[in-house]
């Protein structure tokens, strides 16, 4: 039996509608789920490349693409290739012209609407831009979390990759002789926290990078000195702070969005893949 589950919500839309039947449906069984989302879906050989990524990650496709020569090349290659694939929209389709006599018009598009979640969704981003780099500390107790990060440690990417899937994300940047707010300290244990952080070997490339940049003496010694000085400082901090601690050298922001929301038990990990 499969300990997880991962679908794959394809829309010729922008997908929420997918997303959400996905979402309403695994949140029905006990097990890791996954959900990916594909949205503005409109050629043959972008459903290809979807059926070939859901062949390698053993998924299952639901789809609310409208238009009846695209769903049914979904259709022909899934089952030529092994893939379960759900068509959301025909059977809707099916009773509402038996009902009905009329044919739809085959739009696409015509669900997305500025709903409760649209407007969530746009709070969340709006809180997470003015809350970026350790702005509006007066309002930070409001976040669903808090990003503390060295530099090169994307933390305004992936505050706004969370934000995007509606959480209020601030972020604070951490450099050698950073000392945090009272306002974040206020908030250990109250609001879950993150810290950033990337190997040293890394940290001494962008660095060195960032120096040629700006014309900068070249001192390596002392360069090494500071770099390590800047990694135990912010050692120093997560660990007052008791954040979870992610390395972020090799892994995309997807994969540490993922880990952040499964260590904080939210419910699912949506990834969005937009054509």
């Known amino acids: 039996m499969a300990e997880q589950l991962h679908i794959f919500a394809v829309s010729d839309s922008v997908g929420e509608t997918a997303e959400k039947i996905a979402v309403?449906?695994?949140?029905?069984?006990?097990?890791?789920?996954?959900?990916?989302?594909?949205?503005?879906?409109?050629?043959?050989?972008?459903?290809a490349r979807i059926i070939d990524q859901a062949v390698e990650e053993d998924a299952i496709i639901i789809y609310t693409i409208v238009k009846p020569e695209l769903s049914k090349h979904m259709d022909t290659i899934a089952k030529d290739k092994g893939v379960i694939v759900v068509n959301m929209m025909a059977p809707l389709f099916e009773a509402i012209h038996t009902k009905t006599g009329l044919q739809p018009e085959y739009i696409s598009g015509l669900t997305h609407k500025m709903d409760d979640q649209y407007f969530n969704r746009m709070k969340a981003i709006e809180y997470t831009i003015e809350h970026d780099n350790g702005q509006n500390l007066d309002t930070l107790n409001?976040?669903?979390?808090?990003?503390?990060?060295?530099?090169?440690t994307s933390k305004t990417p992936l505050s706004m990759h969370l934000a995007n899937?509606?959480?209020?994300?601030?972020?604070?940047?951490?450099?050698?002789?950073?000392?945090?707010?009272q306002q974040i300290i206020d908030l250990k244990g109250i609001v879950p926290m993150v810290g950033l952080t990337i190997d040293l070997e890394t940290l001494m490339d962008l660095r060195k990078e960032r120096m040629r940049s700006f014309d900068m003496p070249n001192d390596m010694e002392s360069l090494?000195?500071?770099?390590?000085?800047?990694?135990?400082?912010?050692?120093?901090?997560?660990?007052?702070?008791?954040?979870?601690v992610i390395d972020v050298t090799l892994d995309d922001i997807e994969e540490v969005g993922n880990t952040i929301t499964h260590k904080f038990n939210l419910p699912l990990r949506v990834t969005h893949h937009r054509f």
Do not use: H
């Open 224 to 244: 090494d000195d500071l770099v390590a000085e800047e990694l135990d400082n912010a050692y120093r901090i997560y660990s007052k702070l008791k954040c979870l």
């Open 165 to 181: 899937l509606g959480l209020k994300v601030a972020n604070y940047p951490i450099v050698m002789d950073t000392e945090i707010p």
């Open 142 to 152: 409001d976040a669903n979390l808090i990003i503390l990060g060295l530099p090169r």
């Open 24 to 47: 309403a449906s695994v949140l029905q069984f006990k097990l890791e789920r996954n959900i990916t989302r594909f949205s503005r879906v409109t050629k043959e050989e972008q459903v």
